[in-house]
């Protein structure tokens, strides 16, 4: 039973940057692909980046390509979330996301395990 914590959301300004980490304490780490979903106010949760099992693999959406980077530690249970160039529109809810796939993936539905999520707020 994976157990994940999200931490470092906060508020931070337009073009800054900001560190999410994600800390499992259940299961096996290593067997899950993980991610990274956000959950604006009044809009349908979506999935911002993935990275498969062993991390050679990777998935980002397109509005955040270039500007964020998802990476993960084994032997932490760790997966991070680095952001750059923040903008408004990345205001959201960030959830940390376990798969029992092998690679990355984009779904909701493809998700087995979800943590409760931290706020980001980026103002103008």
């Known amino acids: 039973q994976m157990q994940l914590v999200e931490s470092g959301g906060g508020l931070v300004q337009a073009g800054d940057s900001l560190s999410l980490s994600c800390t499992n304490s259940?299961?096996?780490?290593?067997?899950?692909?993980m991610g990274w979903f956000r959950q604006a106010p009044g809009k349908e949760r979506e999935c911002v980046a993935t990275?498969?099992?062993?991390?050679?693999?990777?998935y980002y959406k397109m509005s955040v390509k270039g500007r964020f980077t998802i990476s993960r530690n084994n032997t932490q249970n760790t997966v991070y979330l680095h952001m750059n160039s923040l903008k408004p529109e990345d205001t959201a809810v960030y959830y940390c996301?376990?798969?029992?796939?092998?690679?990355?993936?984009?779904?909701?539905?493809?998700?087995?395990?979800w943590g409760k999520g931290t706020l980001v707020t980026v103002s103008s």
């Open positions: 259940g299961g096996t780490f290593s067997m899950y692909a």
């Open positions: 990275i498969s099992r062993n991390g050679f693999s990777t």
């Open positions: 996301a376990a798969s029992g796939r092998v690679s990355v993936w984009s779904q909701a539905s493809s998700v087995d395990y």
